[in-house]
C-alpha cells in the first residue's frame, strides 16, 4: 500500500499537466470550430452571426462557455429569443479563455468578414500546462491558431 502511496505521489503532478494540456487542447479546438460555424453559417444565411460568451469575467471572458447566434436584430450582442446555432459549455476549471480589449462577442457579416472590422485575438492557457494557444481572427474572417508560452 505504501509503494502505491508513493507512485501516485510521484504521478499526480505529471497526470494533472497532462490533464490540462488535454483540456486546453479540446477548448482551442471547440472555439477554432464555433468560430468557423460562425462565419459559415453568416454567409449561408446572409445574416451577421455573433459567438457571445456566455458568462464572461474580464482576462477570461470565454472560459463559461460561449453561444454562436444569429444576431437578428444586428446589435452585435446576444439578445433573448435570437436563434441559438451551437453552445459550448464551460472549460475545464483551470482553462482560461480571453479576447482582446476584454471584448465579449466576435461577429461575422453576411460575406464573412468580422464586423467591425477589426483584428481579434483570443488566448487560451492553463497556469497547469507549459504551452498555451493564440486563436487570431483577420478583419476577413479567416483565423490563425498558433503555439503560445502559456499564460501571461
Same mark, same amino acid.
Request: a negative charge; aromatic letters at 6%; hydrophobic letters at 45%.
Given at each position: 500500500?505504501?509503494?502505491?502511496?508513493?507512485?501516485? #505521489?510521484?504521478?499526480?503532478?505529471?497526470?494533472?499537466?497532462?490533464?490540462?494540456?488535454?483540456?486546453?487542447?479540446?477548448?482551442?479546438?471547440?472555439?477554432?470550430?464555433?468560430?468557423?460555424?460562425?462565419?459559415?453559417?453568416?454567409?449561408?444565411?446572409?445574416?451577421?452571426?455573433?459567438?457571445?460568451?456566455?458568462?464572461?469575467?474580464?482576462?477570461?471572458?470565454?472560459?463559461?462557455?460561449?453561444?454562436?447566434?444569429? /444576431?437578428?436584430?444586428?446589435?452585435?450582442?446576444? /439578445? *433573448?429569443?435570437?436563434?441559438?446555432?451551437?453552445?459550448?459549455?464551460?472549460?475545464?476549471? /483551470?482553462?482560461?479563455?480571453?479576447?482582446?480589449?476584454? #471584448?465579449? *462577442?466576435?461577429?461575422?457579416?453576411?460575406?464573412?468578414?468580422?464586423?467591425?472590422?477589426?483584428?481579434?485575438?483570443?488566448?487560451?492557457?492553463?497556469?497547469?500546462?507549459?504551452?498555451?494557444?493564440?486563436?487570431?481572427?483577420?478583419?476577413?474572417?479567416?483565423? /490563425?491558431?498558433?503555439?503560445?508560452?502559456?499564460?501571461?
Amino acid at each position: 500500500m505504501s509503494i502505491l502511496a508513493i507512485l501516485l #505521489a510521484i504521478a499526480s503532478p505529471g497526470l494533472a499537466s497532462l490533464t490540462s494540456a488535454n483540456s486546453l487542447s479540446s477548448a482551442q479546438s471547440g472555439l477554432a470550430a464555433s468560430l468557423m460555424l460562425a462565419r459559415g453559417e453568416a454567409m449561408k444565411r446572409g445574416a451577421t452571426v455573433g459567438l457571445a460568451a456566455l458568462a464572461p469575467v474580464t482576462g477570461s471572458e470565454f472560459s463559461a462557455g460561449w453561444t454562436v447566434f444569429v /444576431d437578428s436584430n444586428g446589435n452585435g450582442r446576444y /439578445d *433573448v429569443g435570437e436563434t441559438i446555432v451551437r453552445q459550448e459549455p464551460a472549460q475545464h476549471g /483551470d482553462v482560461i479563455v480571453a479576447l482582446s480589449g476584454n #471584448a465579449t *462577442v466576435v461577429a461575422f457579416n453576411s460575406r464573412g468578414f468580422l464586423t467591425p472590422s477589426t483584428l481579434a485575438t483570443f488566448t487560451l492557457c492553463s497556469p497547469l500546462a507549459t504551452k498555451g494557444y493564440i486563436v487570431r481572427v483577420e478583419p476577413v474572417g479567416l483565423a /490563425d491558431i498558433s503555439d503560445s508560452a502559456g499564460c501571461p
